[in-house]
């Protein structure tokens, strides 16, 4: 468990938090490309890290991010006019630049310099992977853009999706690395398979991040082993096929942005494959039109199904992976209270991931530079591999990661 004082170290995000500096540190999605697809388009409301926030796309095509609220008199700029490489405020015609400079000051007299002393928080934008990132961060430190492997693939071998987790961006990385949940919550029937449950768990810290093994024990002894990444500040790439992703954005202290991804190394997507991440039924979830919120959602108990549960098909009676995953961690509270767990051997991912953060975020207090920026950290995969019941899980990881896979 956690002290109370541990759990907000952890949990709280917004400016002046320490694990806010240190998510700030490192690039953060903000919202899909498509979403601001054209030069002059529409803004779209964005809220990262406790800031309220606008994205746009200027004239010549570049995006931006800016603080939702005119430095003037605070109206915001969801309304405004995106025209001739700046938004304009519609309350007095300010207009900013996507660097964060007012261009234009047409509310004050012609030989005022006023506009040269106003300047809107603004933050570097970068594309990739289908999505507009962000940097939060000292402007002085930002670091390069890091070589994910998905967002490197073509868009015919990428499907991603968003929903909004009503709860701490903590409670679904944990959740994301929590093996043992998988044979009760997604697989479990009234007669659980006991061979989906891991019996060995390992842990390896890496440049980026942490490697996280969960073995099986086979019928010839030997064990199966998943190595799972978790790279540094919120991402998973997990090891299935076709292989996978997560990035747990947090919005606030109380929700997150679920960033879901399947990717396809070897070449672009069947229509069947397609179909079942469009199915809803994995780690996506079908959305209320026009929205980020899950169609079955608190409201409506996630659309459980008692007779379902209680038939014995179905251990939660729940929809789809990512909507059972929602239900379990929403239902822990905005914040989970972590002073009140026992945790034992399958929990060991989470304990070590718990560790890393905690070592990271006071190491960047005291001064230190994080892990996890430098853009060969990123290169690895995650694995599935078989080893004998005696084999060492760490040094087989570490060399696959020597590989520089990509």
Not at 133 to 155: Q, R, V
Not at 240 to 269: C, Q
Not at 371 to 383: E, K, N, Q, V
């Amino acid at each position: 468990m956690l002290s109370h004082e541990e759990n907000e170290l952890l949990t709280q995000v917004s400016p002046g938090t320490p694990m806010g500096a240190l998510m700030r540190r490192y690039w953060i999605p903000a919202v899909f490309s498509h979403q601001i697809a054209e030069a002059d388009c529409t803004p779209v409301r964005v809220r990262l890290l406790g800031e309220n926030l606008v994205a746009f796309r200027d004239s010549d095509g570049n995006p931006g991010l800016l603080d939702e609220h005119c430095p003037h008199r605070t109206a915001s700029l969801f309304f405004g006019r995106n025209e001739e490489c700046g938004l304009r405020c519609v309350y007095h015609g300010w207009k900013f630049d996507r660097t964060g400079k007012c261009v234009d000051m047409p509310s004050e007299p012609p030989d005022s310099n006023f506009a040269d002393k106003i300047r809107i928080t603004a933050y570097p934008c970068h594309e990739a992977g289908g999505i507009v990132w962000a940097y939060m961060g000292p402007a002085d430190f930002k670091p390069a853009f890091p070589p994910l492997e998905w967002t490197l693939l073509p868009a015919e071998q990428v499907f991603a999706s968003r929903h909004i987790q009503e709860c701490s961006w903590l409670q679904g990385l944990e959740g994301g690395f929590d093996a043992s949940h998988l044979a009760f919550l997604h697989r479990g029937t009234d007669a659980v398979n006991a061979n989906a449950i891991p019996t060995r768990h390992e842990t390896l810290r890496t440049g980026f991040g942490m490697v996280v093994g969960t073995g099986r024990e086979t019928i010839n002894d030997d064990i199966r082993w998943g190595s799972n990444l978790m790279i540094l500040p919120f991402h998973k790439v997990f090891a299935t096929r076709p292989n996978g992703a997560h990035m747990w954005v947090p919005m606030d202290d109380e929700n997150t942005m679920l960033y879901s991804i399947d990717f396809k190394p070897s070449g672009p997507f069947t229509e069947d494959e397609l179909a079942l991440s469009k199915s809803w039924l994995h780690i996506h979830t079908e959305n209320i039109r026009g929205t980020d919120r899950a169609v079955h959602n608190r409201d409506n108990d996630y659309g459980i199904d008692r007779r379902l549960q209680a038939g014995g098909t179905s251990f939660t009676g729940l929809h789809g992976l990512a909507i059972q995953d929602s239900a379990i961690q929403e239902s822990m509270g905005p914040v989970a209270n972590r002073t009140k767990e026992h945790l034992g051997a399958s929990d060991t991912a989470i304990i070590q991931i718990r560790k890393l953060l905690l070592d990271t975020v006071r190491a960047h207090e005291a001064g230190e530079m994080p892990p996890g920026l430098a853009p060969d950290d990123y290169r690895a995969r995650s694995t599935r591999f078989m080893l004998p019941a005696e084999g060492d899980f760490v040094a087989a990881v570490e060399g696959q990661l020597l590989e520089q896979i990509f």
